[in-house]
Antibody, heavy 121, light 107 residues
Framework: EVQLVESGGGLVQPGGSLRLSCAASGFTFSSFWMHWVRQTPEKGLVWVSRIYNDGTRPSYADSVKGRFTISRDNAKNTLYLQMNSLRVEDTAVYYC??????????????WGQGSLVAVSS | DIQTTQSPSSLSASIGDRVTITCRASQNIRSYLNWYQQKPGKAPKVLIYAAYSLQSGVPSRFSVSGSGTDFTLTISSLQPEDFATYYCQQSYKTPYTFGQGTKLEMK
């Protein structure tokens, strides 16, 4: 089955760290750019980060630049988001998403189930 | 950053109605505009990409028009499964930005 399965979310104190994982299956993970998108009721859907299929050229939203790091292990078919210096405003459901047309008509055609990250003291 | 603004933020309609949702970008994004549908507790699902292309499996009652800065999503005849929240998203350049969403509710 073609799917993305996220893990690693949870409750963390402000200033803490968390690493999200997104395990891909059913497709050739190494061929696709991948993204992280987060969602809150207040701000809706917000793009967080993107990484090329070969693990290069990470790109970030300004709100997370310098604090979050996207990476991937194509041998393990897994995408990661290392989140440091977490803030209350980082509280959200985090989705990993596949980009089927890397470099072309970019879009998110396959999403994970979402992982809740709650930052609170 | 490119701002994407949707209207209306909510919409009440009945089965069989024709509905239209508008998305406006703050600068010319050519045809780099995608539309998603999201149901409660689920991840979004892409409906249309590159402004006009229907994602595989999406019914033909969904259509789009526009390019540049102004885009419209039309559902020609609402079905029960269409009641959801719809988002536009520009993929012209990062940071990719989403509209704030249009919640389509049953009248």
């Amino acid at each position: 089955e073609v799917q993305l399965v996220e893990s690693g979310g949870g409750l963390v104190q402000p200033g803490g760290s968390l690493r999200l994982s997104c395990a891909a299956s059913g497709f050739t993970f190494s061929s696709f750019w991948m993204h992280w998108v987060r969602q809150t009721p207040e701000k809706g859907l917000v793009w967080v980060s993107r990484i090329y299929n070969d693990g290069t050229r990470p790109s970030y939203a300004d709100s997370v630049k310098g604090r979050f790091t996207i990476s991937r292990d194509n041998a393990k078919n897994t995408l990661y988001l290392q989140m440091n210096s977490l803030r209350v405003e980082d509280t959200a459901v985090y989705y990993c998403a596949r980009d089927p047309d890397s470099g072309g008509w970019s879009r998110f055609d396959l999403w994970g189930q979402g992982s809740l990250v709650a930052v609170s003291s | 950053d490119i701002q994407t603004t949707q209207s209306p933020s909510s919409l009440s309609a009945s089965i069989g109605d024709r509905v239209t949702i508008t998305c406006r970008a703050s600068q010319n994004i050519r045809s780099y505009l995608n539309w998603y549908q999201q149901k409660p507790g689920k991840a979004p699902k892409v409906l249309i990409y590159a402004a006009y292309s229907l994602q595989s499996g999406v019914p033909s009652r969904f259509s789009v028009s526009g390019s540049g800065t102004d885009f419209t999503l039309t559902i020609s005849s609402l079905q029960p499964e269409d009641f959801a929240t719809y988002y536009c998203q520009q993929s012209y350049k990062t940071p990719y930005t989403f509209g704030q969403g249009t919640k389509l509710e049953m009248k």
